[in-house]
């Protein structure tokens, strides 16, 4: 006979999510990165109140995040990496946005699946998403940091797994911080690289690139990639940005990389790409719904809608490799 | 070294735990048990929109709730036994409650982690939380019928695990619908049992009693467990009840169990018993914060802790029982 664990453990498990957003918003992990402490010390330090913080540390504790000792609570190892804000390795960014913003935008899924329009701050239109973040410096800032962090571990796995030796320039297209471009730039000597997006994102690429101490070979340009060609390069670069947008925006991305490759450069678009099945990859249908959401006609797409949509555009060949948890590479090959 | 994957993993489970909620509103597992569906007709049926349709019952079966063949959709067995509202097994109302009230209220657990206030609609007092359910026979169906979700596992348990051969009569103080007396019932067909709560539970008691064949043997008795005896029995039981409570209330309910048992008579509370350690039952814990969120002083607690209320009560021995899941029970022994 079937139990009931699963569903209820997922029907509920967004305590555990938001018992972790919080923990990032109150900055605990930064915390704790600085020296171990007890429950008292700890509570009264990021201002929580006595009924709560024991029961809070503790469950941080269950879930993995925390360690404890003699009543001292430290960072778990992964948790003081990722989490530990004063890091260059801190992920914690898109833990804040999420937060801040998809905790509640999700809170209207079921009216994004009966109209089909977005629930974010841009409001049924959603076309102003992004120009919205754009317009703010701090908001942009966080966005761009939060999108480093979702991104890194695809990005390690990039700059160790893609045949770089055979290549000497990349553009990254919407390179959000230049995460991407750092961790193969730091991983490839040899390569040169620019990344490409709005001119907003300029001085915070170049600040990021700057801070990696690579600012020799990672320069910003400037443009827009659906009214301005892409930076020609023996690679072209999108991650997490095909998905953003609808079929025809897609194509049209697509279409702009094929056209400023060599003839032998490579395409390679990453996404939390979906298994052709469609019936595994569950992190990359959700982040589908995560686009229904945020944006106004963006969706995830599986490696063989992908590897359609290169060979319509002219890549003579195409292939997906898997990089790291939910996310994988479609590499199309002019 | 560290990957970031548990992190991104549990900061973003809320999407799954609303796509399974938004599934469960929207009747997706009701509709699906009266027979398999395709996308077209499905989605047409429950009135998705097109553009949402196809990820979010592809992320349903990803997740394990649904499965699909030749692009016919139907339930998993666990869903289709759980979660069919017309069966008598269903559970979402556990799952209803957290889609209306507990997400929206968790997006203020900062504020609650802060204050060490309930966030709930009844303000930063909460203490109307179980009056303002208890005015409103809706509200109070549904609540009830929430509470038969969350316990059904734990219910199975503890009548095929007590030893009810000893005893001849048994009271449920707060017993909901009467789910865990009607499983006892059905399994034990010795007992006489009586379900004690607000007269305003009596209906609602009563026809699920009914419903279940049982009204000869389970009856009704209206009163508050605070200011009335608790009928006599030899068995006095309390699921998820003492969690609601701050711990001089917690004290005199188990007090209240100890003077309406005979000499030998077993109190049986349960609820999701923290590990002694604090440190491996996170459900528990974050249990405990949702009891933050929701009521004026409830908390969650150990099982030494339970142990020692109940010997400070009079009651001679004590012991720890786990069920199912995250749910234990703690008995005690007059």
């Known amino acids: 006979m079937p139990t009931p ?4 453990q997922i029907g509920l498990s967004f305590w555990a999510s938001k018992t972790l957003l919080s923990a990032v918003e109150m900055e605990v992990f930064t915390e704790l990165a600085k020296r171990p402490e007890d429950l008292k010390t700890l509570g009264g330090r990021l201002g929580l109140h ?20 003699d009543g001292v609570y430290t960072n778990a190892p992964a948790a003081d990496l990722y989490l530990d804000k004063r890091k260059p390795s801190y992920i914690g960014g898109v833990l804040e946005m999420a937060n801040r913003r998809l905790y509640p935008h999700w809170d209207k899924l079921t009216t994004a699946l009966r109209t089909g329009q ?7 239109d959603g076309n102003n998403t992004f120009a919205a973040l754009y317009a703010d410096p701090d908001r942009l800032k966080g966005f761009l940091r939060a999108m480093s962090g979702v991104s890194r571990g695809a990005n390690l796995a990039i700059a160790s797994k893609f045949p770089w030796s055979k290549y000497r320039t990349v553009t990254d297209a919407g390179p959000a911080q230049g995460d991407l471009l750092v961790q193969v730039a730091l991983h490839n000597q040899h390569l040169m690289g620019i990344g490409f997006d709005l001119p907003e994102v300029g001085p915070i690429f170049e600040e990021y690139v700057s801070d990696h101490g690579l600012s020799e070979r ?5 443009g827009s990639f659906f009214t301005d060609p892409l930076p ?16 025809d925006e897609k194509r049209a991305l697509i279409r702009k990389a094929w056209e400023a ?10 996404d939390a790409v979906i298994d052709d099945d469609r019936s595994k990859n569950s992190f990359g249908l959700l982040m589908s719904l995560n686009m229904l959401i945020e944006t106004k006609g963006g969706f995830d797409y599986t490696g063989a809608d992908c590897i359609g949509w290169m060979k319509d555009a002219g890549f003579r ?7 790291v948890g939910p996310d ?5 090959i002019k």
């Open 317 to 323: 060949e195409a292939r997906v490799e898997h990089l």
């Open 232 to 247: 020609q390069a023996d690679v072209i670069m999108m991650g997490h940005i095909l998905h953003d947008w609808n079929l």
């Open 328 to 332: 994988s590479m479609v590499v199309g």
């Open 5 to 8: 664990d699963h569903i209820l």
């Open 50 to 69: 006595p009924r709560s913080a024991h029961d809070f540390f503790d469950a941080l504790v269950a879930l993995g995040f925390l360690e404890r000792e």
């Open 218 to 222: 990672l320069v910003f340009q400037g």
């Open 261 to 270: 490759l060599p003839e032998g450069g490579a395409f390679l678009a990453y």
């Open 118 to 124: 977005p629930q974010g701050e841009a409001g049924p």
